[in-house]
């Protein structure tokens, strides 16, 4: 189904022309109506699907067509992170281009006073459009700066990311500002039951829309280590001696992980960057403009970066750790392999990490090669991920076979 199909109003037509968008995917062809017709919608979908479109033509078409205060904010968006906030506002310019009266301002931290200024002056003029994430925009409400009595739209992107953040009771915080006859739209990956409940407070009689977790592209190279921990080091340096330094992710899901990985990896003299949450906006925005330039060979990078950026030209992600579930493996190395590309995944699987990289297995429907550790780093566990690996048989098993059998307590 094409764009022109909807019943999106001309001026948004005319930038999504210009920008050589003429087919829907699924998920906007699911959504748009259902938000035109003026329904709260449950969206499940990936990173990558869509979805920032999918909510936000139809919401820039009603605004454009009037009826709305001028002096008020009409929709409030929550992003959980710096990099979705600025992505999302980056897309709210291309499609509202040709819409002159509909203004917008992005609102995250991590910024100078003066850009403080400047969200606070957008806030207290009533911004059409507020993109914003939970912490910050809680801070221009703790000293008078946002009226949200007005709000016609509130959207929730990566709202399983937000909780798994700790944004709950932020995000209730501000829902109790808002009107209770806004149109609210959540968009999540995942349903676990937290966001089942958070769907039950926040929609009214909500339009589901799912669309099924895409496989990653068969041209991924998927492998994988089965490891101890203490050789996961030993696994980066043997790769980067061999294969061809560039464009490489390593993720991990623990921040001081993060900085451990990186701070040895600079031991190797490998020319890395780290991102994460404790670094500062203006660290971060240096951190990925030298990665996209080619002035850093290798990013850590805790899962900030696994959604919602887009950086074309990968070749190789490295799971130091098995993700939490296989959604989160397919957002990791989905940053490899884009454009018609090849690239690589490698995953490091522990003896505590075999159950959860079997559940992707399962996922994938198909076995992930194991490759075989370098001779100079001994043998590594077998592969048997028969059942969950309880915390006592962690502390029973450590024991056995010397210190490479080990759990290194520094990265529990």
Do not use: W
């Not at 920032?52 to 929709?75: E, K, Q, R, V």
């Amino acid at each position: 189904m094409q764009f022109e199909e909807t019943n999106l109003n001309d001026n948004i037509l005319d930038a999504l022309y210009d920008m050589h968008f003429e087919d829907m995917t699924p998920i906007q062809e699911r959504c748009i109506p259902e938000i035109l017709n003026q329904h709260d919608v449950m969206g499940i979908a990936q990173t990558g699907t869509g979805k920032t479109a999918a909510y936000l033509l139809p919401i820039l078409s009603m605004l454009d067509d009037g009826g709305f205060p001028d002096d008020a904010i009409n929709c409030l968006i929550m992003a959980p992170t710096r990099e979705l906030a600025q992505q999302i506002d980056q897309a709210m310019q291309g499609f509202g281009y040709y819409l002159d009266n509909v203004g917008s301002v992005a609102v995250y931290g991590g910024n100078d006073g003066s850009r403080y200024d400047q969200e606070q002056r957008s806030l207290r003029m009533g911004a059409d459009v507020v993109i914003a994430t939970p912490g910050r925009l809680l801070s221009h409400i703790k000293v008078g700066n946002v009226d949200l009595s007005r709000v016609s739209f509130f959207v929730l992107d990566e709202a399983d990311r937000m909780l798994d953040m700790g944004f709950s009771d932020d995000i209730m915080q501000i829902a109790s500002l808002l009107p209770k006859t806004r149109q609210t739209v959540m968009f999540s990956a995942t349903m676990p039951d937290k966001i089942q409940q958070l769907a039950k407070n926040m929609l009214h009689n909500p339009v589901m829309v799912k669309i099924a977790v895409s496989r990653p592209a068969e041209k991924i190279q998927q492998s994988a280590f089965v490891c101890y921990e203490p050789q996961k080091l030993g696994i980066i340096k043997h790769l980067f001696s061999t294969d061809q330094l560039q464009r490489v992710i390593i993720f991990s899901g623990k921040k001081d992980k993060v900085k451990d990985i990186n701070r040895e990896l600079r031991r190797m003299n490998i020319n890395c960057a780290q991102m994460h949450s404790d670094l500062s906006q203006q660290e971060r925005d240096e951190v990925m403009l030298a990665f996209k330039a080619g002035q850093v060979d290798v990013l850590v990078a805790t899962d900030i970066v696994s959604r919602g950026i887009d950086i074309d030209d990968i070749r190789m992600v490295i799971n130091y750790d098995v993700p939490r579930d296989p959604e989160d493996y397919v957002h990791r190395i989905g940053r490899t392999a884009r454009a018609d590309r090849d690239g690589a995944a490698i995953t490091f699987v522990s003896e505590n990490d075999m159950y959860s990289f079997r559940q992707i297995e399962k996922f994938l429907g198909k076995e992930v090669e194991k490759r075989p550790l370098p001779d100079q780093l001994g043998e590594g566990p077998a592969y048997e991920p028969k059942h969950r690996t309880s915390r006592a048989s962690r502390y029973c098993h450590r024991g056995r076979g010397g210190k490479n059998h080990r759990r290194n307590k520094g990265n529990k």
